[in-house]
């Protein structure tokens, strides 16, 4: 596998080779305002694109995006079934692959196979890139049309993980480790040692507020379990697509065996519990509120590597007053290459959007994929998020802008940074794509600039530390990383007795996991956790066991050919 692994890939594909001002800074006055209704599963803000990227929007294109997000509106199922029902969805739709493939047989999505070719960044995205054409080549009946595409295409190839962190693994403050003594961990009994001793050493946060080791949040949780639990079951090998389980070799088993990695992680909490290390808000909260926690150092236990862009900065990193990874001897963390596929996610036009308007629509998603678009969807604005150098390298500045929601210039149209962010919460090419005008990807953590900056105090006691020159590199050398390919198929929807037990089972699982995670004692714990298996084999569990098994069979079978097997 570890010939697979590529660091610091720069593959310039030709199709992002376009100019970066495409699009005028001003419209003529002619232009009528178009308010669009944009169905984004993916969005966590409901209403109109307000703030800088509003003002962007306005600017360029006369439009307002306004927002309607499943994920906020309460109920985001019903939300879809009523606007479905209703022959409209949205004008701009985004969802799951196979929500999207649903919506396309119900008469929901627009064909643009035509219409693409008009706009340049679109137009390489479906010639030069195999991710458009395989995605919409495997709708049954499709035959060359396009109907959506795949978000967050990465330029690189199927093979290369670019980051220099784990998407997942144990992040933790390297001022309060190095406080204990940076003790080894050869397991996870170790980590809520490390934990305890530092909870008893740092009971509060820099200001004085109480800190958790540990803190969850229950509002992205789904059929499948709680959300923190899914990405932890990474750290030991597996991740749980349904009911089951792929590892990294391709392995597919029940999520809910004994010994698979949803119990392991499960038991993992509740220890941590019963030693009074988990936030006791942990189940009623939502991510807002663990958020607000993270931006203020309350946590010291972080796993996601976007987590620690709310508190990390150089400064801090200096101080060595920042979160870095301390690697667990015992875990084989399974790891996803750049999504050069997409992520599983599609967006495409509303069927009753008029042609006009699908043009202005389309106008606006190929500037989202031009180098312009992605520079400002991924670095930010120029003069506040980043300089350009003599040599057109970007070096960033205000580091702090979006975990301090710092205030942006008139200019650029005011209010918070992060809350006038892109509330469309999905990108046209992944971050780690190769920007063609710098050489570089979008995103700034591997920016020249941003790695030379990058060696702290804390990085260079860490690597000294580890013997290794950053977290992936002694991931490799220890044979913790396993990076697997990353690959997006259309797969088949639930029939209705399936879906019926996923959605019974789903209810089940994740009442039962909260409950495993505050438990009393081991017995308690054992209990229920085989009571909830009893429960979920009576409503049908096996079927859909059986029917996911065959599901991502495709999906391992993918992988296998993209490493040429």
């Given at each position: 596998m570890e010939?697979?692994?590529?660091?610091?890939?720069?593959?310039?594909?030709?199709?992002?080779?376009?100019?970066?001002?495409?699009?005028?800074?001003?419209?003529?006055?002619?232009?009528?305002?178009?308010?669009?209704?944009?169905?984004?599963?993916?969005?966590?803000?409901?209403?109109?694109?307000?703030?800088?990227?509003?003002?962007?929007?306005?600017?360029?294109?006369?439009?307002?995006?306004?927002?309607?997000?499943?994920?906020?509106?309460?109920?985001?199922?019903?939300?879809?079934?009523?606007?479905?029902?209703?022959?409209?969805?949205?004008?701009?739709?985004?969802?799951?692959?196979?929500?999207?493939?649903?919506?396309?047989?119900?008469?929901?999505?627009?064909?643009?196979?035509?219409?693409?070719?008009?706009?340049?960044?679109?137009?390489?995205?479906?010639?030069?890139?195999?991710?458009?054409?395989?995605?919409?080549?495997?709708?049954?009946?499709?035959?060359?049309?396009?109907?959506?595409?795949?978000?967050?295409?990465?330029?690189?190839?199927?093979?290369?993980?670019?980051?220099?962190?784990?998407?997942?693994?144990?992040?933790?403050?390297?001022?309060?480790?190095?406080?204990?003594?940076?003790?080894?961990?050869?397991?996870?009994?170790?980590?809520?040692?490390?934990?305890?001793?530092?909870?008893?050493?740092?009971?509060?946060?820099?200001?004085?507020?109480?800190?958790?080791?540990?803190?969850?949040?229950?509002?992205?949780?789904?059929?499948?379990?709680?959300?923190?639990?899914?990405?932890?079951?990474?750290?030991?090998?597996?991740?749980?697509?349904?009911?089951?389980?792929?590892?990294?070799?391709?392995?597919?088993?029940?999520?809910?065996?004994?010994?698979?990695?949803?119990?392991?992680?499960?038991?993992?909490?509740?220890?941590?519990?019963?030693?009074?290390?988990?936030?006791?808000?942990?189940?009623?909260?939502?991510?807002?509120?663990?958020?607000?926690?993270?931006?203020?150092?309350?946590?010291?236990?972080?796993?996601?590597?976007?987590?620690?862009?709310?508190?990390?900065?150089?400064?801090?990193?200096?101080?060595?007053?920042?979160?870095?990874?301390?690697?667990?001897?015992?875990?084989?963390?399974?790891?996803?290459?750049?999504?050069?596929y997409g992520n599983g996610r599609v967006w495409g036009i509303g069927s009753k959007v008029s042609d006009a308007n699908t043009k202005r629509l389309l106008e606006y998603m190929d500037w989202l994929a031009s180098p312009e678009g992605l520079t400002i969807v991924h670095s930010g604005l120029e003069g506040f998020n980043y300089t350009v150098g003599s040599d057109g390298k970007y070096t960033r500045i205000n580091e702090n802008a979006l975990m301090d929601n710092m205030e942006v210039p008139a200019s650029f149209g005011g209010g918070g940074y992060s809350d006038g962010l892109n509330a469309m919460n999905e990108w046209m090419l992944q971050n780690v794509s190769i920007n063609p005008e710098t050489g570089e990807s979008y995103v700034w953590d591997y920016w020249s600039s941003t790695i030379e900056k990058n060696k702290t105090m804390m990085t260079n006691e860490w690597a000294a530390h580890y013997g290794a020159p950053n977290v992936i590199a002694y991931m490799q050398n220890q044979g913790i990383l396993k990076v697997v390919p990353s690959v997006n198929a259309v797969l088949p929807s639930d029939p209705t007795d399936i879906a019926l037990i996923r959605g019974q089972c789903g209810t089940i699982i994740r009442d039962y996991s909260w409950r495993l995670i505050f438990a009393g004692n081991d017995v308690e714990f054992n209990n229920m956790w085989t009571d909830m298996k009893r429960q979920l084999a009576g409503l049908g569990w096996n079927d859909m066991v059986a029917f996911d098994t065959k599901k991502y069979q495709k999906i391992v079978d993918l992988r296998n050919a993209a490493l040429g097997n």
């Amino acid at each position: 596998m570890e010939k697979f692994i590529l660091i610091s890939v720069v593959i310039i594909m030709t199709f992002m080779g376009c100019d970066r001002k495409q699009q005028s800074d001003s419209l003529p006055q002619t232009i009528s305002t178009y308010t669009f209704e944009f169905y984004d599963q993916a969005a966590n803000y409901m209403g109109p694109q307000t703030g800088w990227f509003g003002k962007i929007m306005k600017d360029k294109f006369n439009l307002v995006q306004n927002m309607i997000a499943p994920q906020t509106a309460g109920d985001g199922k019903q939300l879809y079934q009523t606007r479905a029902s209703s022959g409209n969805l949205g004008d701009v739709i985004l969802l799951d692959n196979a929500d999207f493939i649903d919506c396309i047989r119900s008469g929901l999505i627009k064909d643009i196979t035509q219409l693409v070719r008009d706009y340049p960044n679109l137009a390489r995205l479906v010639d030069d890139h195999p991710a458009v054409k395989t995605w919409n080549n495997a709708i049954e009946g499709a035959n060359g049309t396009i109907y959506g595409f795949p978000l967050q295409i990465a330029n690189t190839s199927p093979t290369t993980y670019s980051d220099e962190l784990a998407y997942t693994s144990p992040l933790i403050p390297w001022d309060y480790y190095s406080g204990i003594g940076r003790p080894a961990m050869n397991n996870l009994d170790d980590l809520l040692d490390v934990l305890d001793l530092m909870i008893k050493k740092y009971p509060t946060n820099p200001a004085g507020d109480k800190a958790f080791p540990i803190s969850l949040w229950n509002s992205w949780d789904s059929n499948a379990g709680i959300e923190n639990v899914l990405q932890l079951t990474k750290w030991y090998g597996q991740e749980v697509n349904g009911s089951v389980s792929i590892d990294y070799n391709g392995l597919i088993n029940d999520a809910m065996d004994d010994a698979g990695a949803y119990r392991k992680i499960l038991n993992f909490f509740y220890k941590a519990n019963q030693r009074g290390l988990v936030d006791p808000d942990s189940f009623a909260q939502t991510w807002d509120t663990v958020n607000a926690k993270h931006t203020a150092k309350r946590v010291y236990l972080l796993w996601n590597i976007w987590m620690w862009g709310f508190w990390n900065t150089t400064d801090r990193a200096n101080q060595g007053n920042a979160y870095i990874t301390l690697p667990v001897a015992d875990m084989t963390i399974y790891q996803p290459s750049d999504m050069y596929y997409g992520n599983g996610r599609v967006w495409g036009i509303g069927s009753k959007v008029s042609d006009a308007n699908t043009k202005r629509l389309l106008e606006y998603m190929d500037w989202l994929a031009s180098p312009e678009g992605l520079t400002i969807v991924h670095s930010g604005l120029e003069g506040f998020n980043y300089t350009v150098g003599s040599d057109g390298k970007y070096t960033r500045i205000n580091e702090n802008a979006l975990m301090d929601n710092m205030e942006v210039p008139a200019s650029f149209g005011g209010g918070g940074y992060s809350d006038g962010l892109n509330a469309m919460n999905e990108w046209m090419l992944q971050n780690v794509s190769i920007n063609p005008e710098t050489g570089e990807s979008y995103v700034w953590d591997y920016w020249s600039s941003t790695i030379e900056k990058n060696k702290t105090m804390m990085t260079n006691e860490w690597a000294a530390h580890y013997g290794a020159p950053n977290v992936i590199a002694y991931m490799q050398n220890q044979g913790i990383l396993k990076v697997v390919p990353s690959v997006n198929a259309v797969l088949p929807s639930d029939p209705t007795d399936i879906a019926l037990i996923r959605g019974q089972c789903g209810t089940i699982i994740r009442d039962y996991s909260w409950r495993l995670i505050f438990a009393g004692n081991d017995v308690e714990f054992n209990n229920m956790w085989t009571d909830m298996k009893r429960q979920l084999a009576g409503l049908g569990w096996n079927d859909m066991v059986a029917f996911d098994t065959k599901k991502y069979q495709k999906i391992v079978d993918l992988r296998n050919a993209a490493l040429g097997n």
